[in-house]
């Protein structure tokens, strides 16, 4: 029973949070960096306030909040990002996300990624498998709106793709999952919140995850840093690290 708690309680934190960061950006009067440091502050907020309520004994990592080396030594601890793509936020666009993860034991045990833009719950609980591409349709690669890594254009020559360029990663991954694209590579540096919980919906989905040099995708370390990952359909997963491996080796 516990697990099907878990899942309500995330993705009811995925929509609380969202709820707060669309009020903000219609009632607050702000605009800019002020905008998105006060939808920051307020998704944490409702997010701590709600994790203290119903899970108080567990550990919590947050972009928002000081991190503790407790978690560390916990067997539950819920990753989250109040605002994936504050950018996007602040400009007034829907491509930025609530991130919800929950990890148990070494494992990420249930991930909840919320496009409140779109008025959009993805659970790890009840994801539907990614979608195959229709036949003869040109692949597509999700890229930064604003620093694509100079490691996109071997992945993209090697897949002959189209870019797509979007917002935040959690709507990159949530794209990969959804089948509006079919590949999503990130080497600029990143932070386990800002994979954990769409990485857990990806692999429910059916999908590959990796670092780019193949390794698995680790959570809960004790230095949050985590810069680099490839989401992506299992089949083409053998391309994308060759080509990035070429890349790589190039510039050795």
Known sequence: MKSIDDVRIGENLARAAGEELLRVRRESGLAGKELGNAGDAAAQSVLAALLAEHRPDDAVLSEEAKDSAARLSAERVWIIDPLDGTR???????????HIALWIAGELALGVVGIPGEDLVLSSADVAAA??????????????????????????ASLDAELLPMGSAGVKIAAVVRGQVDAYVHAGGQYEWDSAAPVALARAAGLHTSRIDGSPLVYNSGDPYLPDLIVCRPVLAPRILAAISDYTDGDS
């Open 131 to 156: 979608p195959e591409p229709a036949e003869g349709s040109p692949l597509r690669l999700a890229v930064s709106r604003s620093r694509p890594p100079a490691v996109t254009e071997p992945v993209r």
């Open 88 to 98: 996007e936020f602040s400009e007034g666009r829907a491509d930025w996300a609530v």
